[in-house]
């Protein structure tokens, strides 16, 4: 018998037993369930090759402002230094929760370079209890300073994410324009296109307290591959299962 014989004689009997279209079925949704599971292996590597990435950045000698700008949008979690004057009159204050502290704010700083541009430093977590900066006047450095933190670029809002309320000074992600707009006027001077998370400083005293940037990022993905190659396999087995009971009865 040909091969294109048998096949047309399989088909045949699977019509017989009222398998043809559930087989369909199951091939589709199978082959449904492995692409879905080699995206997440694809998404596994992606992760894995960040999170590699962030280790070896947050470790690095710090670079300049300048050599971070040079590097165009491939700056994310980059070790960054800068000197400048803080200005502490324009702080703006983002909404935050500690694990420990509960509900605060990230109190963002504008930091005035010595060629008079400006880039916003996360200076970090504050209760809420402190968020009016006369609470916390030892922690408001003047004169020369020197930051050290983290690159972090500007957001977008999610679907789920709050407005920000310039009004109000609440803000809860990176919106650089309406930032400075908000804490400058309209004539402000250029900003530096990312912000900056300073890191926990051990020498200084008060609030606000640095090395708030989250370092450890979810990796399910392992996981969801083989939820659905495990799907997949018990698709095949349920569709076996009911295959070899059709297969079994007697032809009416």
Not at 34 to 42: D, K, P, S
Not at 78 to 101: I, M, P
Request: glycine share 10%.
């Amino acid at each position: 018998m040909t091969s294109g014989a048998a096949a047309k004689q399989m088909l045949s009997e699977l019509r017989a037993k009222g398998l043809l279209w559930p087989a369909v079925m199951t091939l589709l949704g199978v082959a449904i369930l492995i692409a879905l599971g080699n995206w997440q292996m694809r998404r596994l590597a992606w992760k894995e090759g960040l999170i590699a990435a962030i280790v070896e950045r947050t470790h690095a000698e710090p670079v300049s402002l300048a050599e971070a700008e040079r590097r165009g949008g491939d700056v994310e979690y980059l070790r960054v230094k800068a000197s400048g004057t803080f200005l502490n009159a324009k702080e703006l204050h983002f909404y935050a929760f500690d694990e420990q502290a509960g509900p605060g704010w990230h109190i963002m700083t504008p930091l005035q370079l010595s060629d008079a541009s400006l880039v916003f430093v996360n200076r970090g977590f504050v209760p809420d209890e402190l968020k009016d900066a006369a609470k916390r006047k030892e922690g408001q450095l003047t004169g020369e300073v020197e930051i050290i933190g983290l690159a972090r670029k500007p957001e977008i809002a999610g679907a789920f994410t709050p407005a920000n309320d310039a009004g109000k000074n609440i803000w809860y992600w990176r919106d650089l324009p309406a930032m400075a707009a908000a804490a400058l006027g309209p004539d402000s001077p250029r900003v530096v296109p990312f912000v900056v998370d300073a890191e926990l400083e051990p020498r200084s005293a008060g609030w606000p307290r640095g090395g708030v940037t989250r370092l450890e990022l979810p990796n399910r993905h392992l996981e969801y591959a083989l939820t659905w190659y495990g799907l997949a396999a018990a698709l095949i087995g349920v569709f076996a299962a009911f295959a070899g009971t059709r297969w079994r009865q007697p032809r009416p």
